[in-house]
């Protein structure tokens, strides 16, 4: 068994057959996705100023890839050197995870963890993280579950930041099973609908299949989408020129792997509503929407969502995941909330840990300025003790051998 990192995208590209491989089908952990992500988030954007690639591979006795952590490492003032996943961010992606096969999973999070608590874990001289941070994955995800285990044998320390959760929605044979899944009210308004709506041809839904179709799509989904963040006096996520053309270009090679399920809601001859959604292993993926906000009286959202499950259940899918967010429509239409990971892990190393003693300190200030008001006399004991501990300690030096 042997780990190598890489440090560029092109070492990695002739790899990306296995890197799909291992992925297992999932759209987020694809080649596709976030290669185009380190592509407009990476160093050569505003946002990931510093930023360096760290992508990690396993390799068997046999020379094989069994195992690839899509790693990227970023510093900060604050916290060093910090590990993130490739894909994070303003972003979003969901049910990251590393890249291997169930069986391959003890055998790689071993050699994994046996890396990061190395001496060969240097990146430009100097150890490697002082710091990951886990989101975006889900709570029971074995490779991440299990890599956490092999660091916590290690003497690493884990800390939970504020958990997430992700919505699925299981999927029933037959759209009149799922109809008695909801309540009676609910029941009877997905039929009315049905009936004087889509059975009149009153509303429509197109999927995006050609090019020319999907960029047609694309600058109504956008128009739609910001319009409604301005309503609540939001800035919309397409106001992100990074966002904008890493989903451009993602749409694209995604439609060419048919896996874009690009959808328009047309009610009277008018686009109301667009989703962008991927579909991959029988699970329709439902990434965000734009809604017309002069028709909400229409329920747009509602019938776009219906028609979602409606079709997904037609094409044999097994899920409908509507991924982070708790907005009431999502366990309205029977979606059930999976726990999602919020970790911060921290190396068995001197200057990390004590950085470390001192942002939690500083996050147990906050909740207790919030309670009492200010006084340093008056902080926690334990408190008081980090802060004087880094102050002491000023500059510890944080060559490799710490």
Sequence with gaps: MRTIAFSSLEEIAPLADSWDRLANGVPFRSWTWLSSWWKHYGPASNTGSGARLFVLGVYDEAERLIGIAPWYQQPSAGKGSVLRWLGTGEVFSEFLSLLCLPHDVERVTDALADYLTGPNCVLGGRHAWDLMEIDGITADDPATVQLLQRLAERKCSQHENTPIRCWRLTLPDSWEEFLMMVSKGHRKKLRRADRDLFETGRAVVRCAETTTQLNAMWDVFVELHQKRRRMLNEPGCFASPQFVE??????????????????ALELDGRTVAVEYQMNAQGITYVYQAGIDTENLGDEPGHLITAATIKRAIEQGDRAVDFLRGDEPYKP???????????????????????????????????????????????????????????????????????
């Design 246 to 263: 890493f989903h451009r270009e993602t749409t694209h090679a995604l439609l060419a792997a048919g896996q874009l399920q690009f959808l």
């Design 332 to 402: 309205h239409f029977r979606a059930e909330p999976r726990a999602m990971l919020a970790l911060r892990v921290v190396p068995n190393r001197t200057l990390p840990q004590l950085r470390n003693r001192v942002y939690l300190a500083s996050r147990e200030v906050k909740r207790w300025w919030t309670q009492t008001g200010p006084g340093y006399d008056a902080l926690p004991a334990h408190v008081t003790e980090a802060i004087q501990a880094f102050a002491r300690s000023e500059m510890i030096d944080a060559s490799p051998t710490r």
